[in-house]
């Protein structure tokens, strides 16, 4: 038998045709990102944030900032998944319960702290961190949404800085992938074909 | 009974100590690559690659450019998880396939192509695309890890501009992460404490 995640990885479509008659709780929402922060981020920094945009007008509204995809409004729900430049001034506070509970010892929390100062000060590399953790966090949420038996269909056409206006982003916050996430409807592509893997892997 | 991938995302920690005495044959490390290769990219580009670090010696150099960092010489391998600058003359190799299926018409296969030809014209959101895709793959990796038994810890602190030169990477090639996939030892920290929801989150 396959193991079920083997199966839902080899499986998971980039849908575009929801079921338009579907719509999800607030709890079912706050699962879904409950297990989506579940993904790493560096220094435990979880910059990110979640727009759940289920209200009609909202999300017609993203869909008119997204070149008109159906999909935006026809799932229960769009996430908009925003990275967070990272601050370093926060991780204490995203340690802390850690070093409470006598994981990690303060120092190290400092040290981290350091760490993070010195890398994040090229803003190439503050933003690759926003785009990265965002993307992590996005991935989860799409994995987490097949394990309950939703479709997803994750985005990067839209018109960010619009998007970012439109939906009240703070100016460190990145709008990096919209992901559609609803019941499928019939219609949808099977998964597209990947390369071959002597093209994308090179084991030393 | 909890979903398996439910449990795999929640169990899930970023392990640092890991078995030196496990290894990965080539046909795990293919199945573990065939996988993370199932993420979805923008236009379908594939835009990534994977080097597995195996050999001891291999290990040992990049480590000394990841800040010495253990767990990337214990673990039984350490992916170099590339994100390549998207060019879109690519996209109808990479649809060719799904066209000839059936499944979309060439024109759609131009209609993209000439927009991700407008789009990553910004340098800024090339390289934003070349992160972003890396990062699914190195997260649908460690789900893929998770799935097989196999921890995994992922990492961004290493020398870059280093890495990029010691392991050859071709100039339109980003190391974006790096991702320590073993048998766990014993000493790992449990996952880090996340942020409320109510801070991460907002239902419109």
Redesign the interface.
Known sequence: MT????A???Q?V?ANAFDTCHALS?AE??TL???A????T?Y?L?N????????AA?KDALRALAFDQAKVSNAAVTFIVCGVLPDSEHIPE?????VEAG??RAEMSSTWQE?ARA?YADP?AA???A??SA??G???L???A???GLASG?M??FDADAVATG?GLASDELP??LVAVGRPAPGN???????S?SE?????
């Open positions: 193991n079920p995640t083997i839902l990885i080899e998971r980039s607030d929402v706050e990102v409950r297990l922060t579940r993904a790493p560096a435990n979880q990110w944030r979640f727009i759940a945009v289920r209200d909202a995203r340690l802390r319960l850690f994981y990690m760490g890398k190439q933003r690759d961190e785009v990265r993307s992590l996005a991935a989860t799409m994995y987490a097949g394990a309950l994750p990067n056409g939906f990096v992938m592509w099977p998964q597209k074909p990947r390369r893997l994308v892997l090179q084991i030393l």
